[in-house]
């Protein structure tokens, strides 16, 4: 099957004999999950990948209007929706890829892989999407990884060792560090007679490493690499072993079914068909290994002569003990005349069995054993579970992860193996447990509380005999010791859920424990250097606990935890008050530095975008900030956050943290004016007029008391806009151009543009067109200078309006198109959402009708998820155009008296442009449907609030 969607690497698609590039827009964000997925997925799910943070209505209009746009896209045929669930059945280079994986297609696999997913992409994506993407990416990324060394491998057993070199070098382009790849290069590269190229690699390998993670090469490496420098050659010799007669005895048979991951074994039993003789399944405890390697054991074990052979490490508490432990397994004697690692040795020589040793982190130091098996047995592979690596070359990593859980209680939720394991575990302990209507959003937060980890989702349904599922939730979020079990026959260490932290937690090294401790003071996760400057964790430490599954290193290079683990960890800091404190403060202060931390214009990106990911740790911050009353640098780090905020839209968060943080004091500084006239500004965009003329004066007056004059001029730009948009233009006049002369005298460049560009949107609500215009080039001019990108997107997008005016829509486009790359470059959402609006103008305008409402649909939404009620009202008077040129004058005289009666509750008015158009297109309906009709339709129409009216065009 030839595929029609290509979405590795640049994403196309091939309609009919041509290839045409997509566009990395949301329509194709979504079309990729869809393809990914190939089956129906439930619209929450989607919600959750594209606006997680959304209130529930809101996202899902969102949605709607998303699935209207891609159904308007000549590209997506076929999208298929239903009520609560979406579906793209389209032949795809990722299904293919993927399928080919599967089947061990290595060859095939690499053909159809071209690149990382959706190559290209944007800075800005939906958080949740892009959360997905690079998971997403970082897997496939590791398929085509191990089918390249896979097909090396064979290469290599081949016999033809330049293309084997070949292939590796391709590895190693593209992922410098994998140190496996280079293990195979030596060997390859050495034995087609290219040593110096070899040595080089090796030298540009461990140079890398050092540098990027302070790190030493493997001993393996050191010793191959040594090797090939003094012989030229990488060759071990092979160790001769005596027979012996191998009668394994049989697998455990646990009580209870085995439930899922289907996925996992069909992995597994991959690996050990395909070759590999060391596969370790490491996780944390309680996530499953020991069952999922009883599992696969059992279906693997019939490929082996002597089938498999299963050793619980359980009870060994001693290297020494390790071997006469497996000879046991074996029901082998112990010979005193020889040691019993030389007797496993010489039984298992030259014999086929599958080696199963469970929870050998322990006993790492003895772990020796199980390469000893495997070259006394060539034809023996071994499956191990432990808590961390055994670090051997050969070794495959086969990460255990969490169950699968739903999203919403919308779905079949037995289908997620999370869910059919608590109703499973459920019904042993109440038999007549059933999942009832009310009970299914219940069992989604439990499941997704526990992450889906097995042992903590087994230890909670027991109390399902007692309580509902979300009482469970709340108990577990309460009390970690609510997760336990009375049952006899359960190992102590996983007899309750801090039984078996505390079990990891007494592998760990005291320094391992410390820092593991004080890591909890993060809310969410954090990158090294957070690592290192909040709790004194270095790289090296970080690695280790990600070793121990402890902590897991995302492909940002970020580490994340269990929730349960922050929980665990953080009651046991909370028992030393002072260490805590301490360590929130120094919290507090690395985000405060990074938040002030803006660097240059150039910068400011990047700077959005980590502030994003860091948000969890911001709020954090600042709740122990004012917690502890600290105001001085709870208003610090609200001032460096205003931007974030203001761009991103999180104007409640925003108005909420500087209102708490004034309140701790009335000290009259420099620093509480500014963070009045910050509360003023959010009060606004919250629509609370009343309040934020009354903070924007308090500030100002403040100000000039204290001789701030930056933060006089602030206070009198913003007073301005208020008045500007309450229709006051008299006043905004004179305030807006002392506001001009203030920031001339200091020569902020800066804040010169954004006054100059809002004394532009000044004339233009006047009519004063020609003076807007020299306002905004001014400003534009400015901007340019001061390399200030924002200034720069507001002034070309004003340009656009005024050219749109004048009947220019090429050059409109052309400089909405221009604003909207900088808005999306800086994630500035009132700025998208005007910029959508705009495009629907311009479409409009075109006889494009379908675009246009589409554009509009978007703004509209835009503007409603943000509060922004003038917004909305701004963009129903566009859809009053719309509406009269497809010849609905009845609609359009509703979308007309709405806007109206949202600017006049909100005691705003529109610029003159807007206005003027407006009542031409009411003056038009009143020529064709009389003076009476038109008059009850606005007066009707005018009494709506928000939701309803943003309900004429969405519905």
């Known amino acids: 099957m030839d595929p029609a969607l290509l979405l590795l690497g640049p994403p196309r698609l091939r309609q009919g004999e041509v290839w045409m590039d997509l566009p990395l827009r949301q329509s194709l964000l979504l079309g990729a999950y869809l393809a990914h997925r190939g ?115 064979q290469l290599e057993r081949d016999g033809d060792y330049a293309d084997a070199t070949a292939r590796l070098r391709e590895v190693l382009a593209r992922d410098a560090l994998a140190e496996d790849a280079l293990q195979a290069y030596l060997r390859c590269a050495a034995a087609a007679g290219q040593r110096e190229s070899a040595l080089r690699a090796f030298e540009s390998f461990r140079a890398q490493l050092q540098h990027e993670l302070s790190l030493e090469p493997l001993d393996d490496t050191v010793a191959l690499a040594e090797r090939l420098r003094l012989t030229g050659r990488v060759e071990d010799a092979s160790v001769g072993v005596e027979a012996g007669r191998l009668t394994p005895g049989a697998l455990p048979r646990p009580l209870t079914p085995f439930v899922g991951r289907e996925a996992e074994l069909d992995r597994l039993d991959r690996l050990l068909r395909d070759g590999e003789r060391l596969v370790t399944l490491v996780g944390p405890g309680g996530s499953g290994k020991t069952r999922l390697a009883i599992e696969a054991a059992g279906r693997a074990a019939q490929g082996f002569e002597d089938g498999a052979v299963f050793v619980s490490l359980s009870n060994v508490d001693a290297v020494w003990e390790l071997a006469p432990t497996v000879l046991e397994a074996l029901g082998i004697q112990p010979d005193a005349a020889r040691s019993p690692e030389d007797q496993v040795v010489q039984t298992v020589a030259r014999r086929s069995a599958l080696l199963v040793l469970d929870n050998i982190e322990h006993v790492l130091d003895g772990a020796g054993i199980v390469l000893d098996w495997l070259e006394a047995s060539p034809g023996s592979k071994a499956l191990v579970t432990s808590r961390e690596r055994l670090d051997f070359h050969g070794e495959v990593l086969f990460e255990v992860e969490w169950l699968a859980c739903p999203d919403t209680g919308d779905l079949a939720l037995e289908a997620f193996d999370a869910v059919a394991l608590l109703i499973r575990s459920a019904r042993r302990a109440h038999p007549g447990f059933t999942v009832e209507e009310v009970d299914r959003e219940g069992v989604v937060r439990l499941c997704r509380l526990l992450e889906g980890m097995p042992l903590a989702i087994e230890l909670a349904s027991a109390w399902m005999r007692l309580m509902r599922p979300d009482e469970v939730a709340d108990a577990i979020a309460k009390n970690l010791d609510t997760l336990a079990s009375t049952a006899r026959n359960v190992p102590k260490r996983h007899g309750s859920m801090r039984a078996a932290l505390d079990y990891s937690w007494h592998l760990l090294g005291d320094d391992e424990r410390a820092a593991l401790e004080a890591l909890a003071v993060f809310r969410a996760g954090f990158t090294k250097d957070g690592a290192e400057a909040v709790a004194g964790v270095n790289l090296r430490t970080l690695l280790a606990l990600v070793n121990k599954s402890l902590l897991r290193r995302e492909s940002t290079g970020r580490f994340e935890r269990l929730g349960v683990v922050r929980q665990y960890c953080l009651e046991r800091l909370e028992a030393d008050a002072a260490r805590l404190a301490g360590l929130r403060d120094r919290h507090a202060a690395h985000f405060l530095a990074l938040a002030e931390d803006q660097g ?71 620093l509480r004016a500014k963070s009045i006239g910050s509360a003023g500004a959010f009060a606004r965009l919250c629509e609370d007029f009343e309040a934020a003329a009354s903070l924007y004066e308090r500030g100002l007056v403040m100000s000039r008391e204290l001789g701030d004059r930056a933060a006089v001029a602030a206070a009198l730009g913003n007073l301005a806009n208020l008045r500007r948009i309450q229709g006051d233009y008299d006043s905004a006049a004179h305030l807006i151009e002392e506001c001009l002369g203030h920031y001339r005298a200091l020569a902020n460049q800066r804040q010169v543009a954004n006054a100059l560009n809002n004394m532009g949107a000044l004339a233009e609500y006047r009519g004063d067109v020609a003076g807007a215009e020299e306002c905004y080039r001014e400003a534009l001019e400015v901007a340019s200078a001061a390399e200030e990108g924002l200034i720069q997107g507001l002034a070309l997008g004003n340009l656009g309006a005024l050219a749109f005016d004048r009947g220019d829509v090429e050059e409109a486009k052309r400089l909405r198109e221009a604003s909207r790359a900088v808005f999306e470059r800086l994630g500035y959402q009132v700025g998208l959402a005007i910029t959508s609006q705009a495009l629907g103008d311009i479409a409009a305008r075109e006889g494009e009708l379908a675009e246009a409402h589409g554009r509009y649909a978007q703004a509209l939404t835009r503007f409603r998820d ?67 009709r038109v008059d009850a339709l606005l007066r009707e129409a005018q009494s709506l609030r928000v939701e309803a009216a943003v309900a004429l065009v969405l519905g």
């Open 600 to 670: 240059g214009p150039e910068a400011r990106a990047t700077w959005l975008e980590s502030l994003a990911r860091d948000h969890p740790e911001l709020r954090e911050a600042l709740d122990h900030l004012i917690a502890t009353g600290q105001e001085g640098l709870a208003l610090r780090l609200a001032q460096a956050l205003f931007d974030f905020w203001w761009l991103r839209g999180h104007y409640r968060e925003a108005r909420s943290y500087l209102d708490r943080a004034l309140a701790l004091s009335e000290e009259r500084n420099e």
């Open 39 to 153: 089956d129906w997925v439930s619209r929450d799910e989607v919600i959750g990948l594209f606006w997680p943070e959304e209130e529930e209505q809101a996202a899902r209009h969102n949605l709607s209007q998303l699935v209207y746009h891609c159904r308007r896209q000549s590209w997506f045929d076929g999208l298929e929706a239903e009520r609560s669930r979406l579906r793209w059945r389209v032949a795809s280079d990722l299904q293919l890829f993927r399928a080919s994986i599967g089947a061990g297609a290595w060859a095939e696999a690499i053909e159809h892989y071209r690149g990382p997913l959706l190559e290209g992409a944007w800075t800005g994506l939906p958080l949740g999407f892009e959360a997905w993407l690079d998971r997403e990416r970082e897997t496939l990324h590791n398929a085509w990884r191990e089918a390249m060394l896979q097909v090396a491998g």
């Open 866 to 932: 943000l509060g922004d009620t003038r917004g909305v009202a701004d963009v129903l008077a566009s859809l009053v155009d719309l509406a009269m040129r497809q010849g609905d004058h009845e609609h359009a005289l509703r979308l007309a008296g709405a806007s109206r009666g949202l600017h006049e509750r909100l005691g705003s008015v529109m610029p003159f442009p807007a206005r003027e158009s407006l009542e031409r297109q009411v003056s038009v309906a009143r020529r064709s449907l009389g003076e009476a």
